[in-house]
Every structure is written in C-alpha cells, then in structure tokens.
Nanobody, 119 residues
Framework: QVQLVESGGGLLQPGGSLRLSCAAS????????MNWYRQAPGKERELVAR????????NYADSVKGRFTISRDNAKNTVYLEMNSLKPEDTAVYFC????????????WGQGTQVTVSS
C-alpha cells in the first residue's frame, strides 16, 4: 500500500523557519524523484522544489530560491523541505509528490500539510 505522509506544517510569523517531512512507504523510494508542490486558495498548484532519485540534483521555484532547501534520506524513505525566511506569500498547503525517474506516469501524492505565515 503506497503512502506519502507529510508533517511539520504549522502557523508561524514572517521570517520564521519550518521543516516539512514526507515519509514514503509501499514503493521503491530510491527510484523516484521527489517533489514538493504547494497550493494556496484560489491559485494553481505550483512546483516548489525537486530532488532527483539519487539526490544529485535539485531545482527550486524562483520564489523560494535561497530560502528553501530540499533534501532526502533514502535509507529512511523520507524527503524534507527546510523553509527559512518565510513570507506570507508562502502560505499554502504543501504536498509531497513521488515521480518515477524513468516511467514518470508512476507517481504518488500525499494529502498535504498546511503552512500559514502571518503576523
């Protein structure tokens, strides 16, 4: 049974930091690129960060470059998103996504975790 379970979201003030985690099970984690997406109310879902299956390469949305860091621990089947210098515009539900490195139609989604940045 495939599962992606996000955790670590919460409410915090601008300038704060948060680390999101996504625990994966039920598939071969090391064969999948891992992605963080986010979606704010009334907005399109957007890709925030990506890391390749072996952790060798990362990509970030322009809006989060220099503030967010994606990482993974294949031994723990977990991907992380470190978020620093958070802004109100970072407020969204953050979703974990796994996408097979070769057969990209093989993908899975978590249920999301809420991040709210407000003063």
């Amino acid at each position: 049974q495939v599962q992606l379970v996000e955790s670590g979201g919460g409410l915090l003030q601008p300038g704060g930091s948060l680390r999101l985690s996504c625990a994966a099970s039920g598939f071969t984690f090391s064969l999948y690129a891992m992605n963080w997406y986010r979606q704010a109310p009334g907005k399109e879902r957007e890709l925030v960060a990506r890391i390749t299956a072996n952790g060798g390469s990362t990509n970030y949305a322009d809006s989060v470059k220099g503030r967010f860091t994606i990482s993974r621990d294949n031994a723990k089947n977990t991907v992380y998103l470190e978020m620093n210098s958070l802004k109100p515009e970072d407020t969204a539900v953050y979703f974990c996504n796994a996408r097979h490195q070769w057969v990209t139609n093989y993908e899975y989604w978590g249920q999301g975790t809420q991040v709210t940045v407000s003063s």
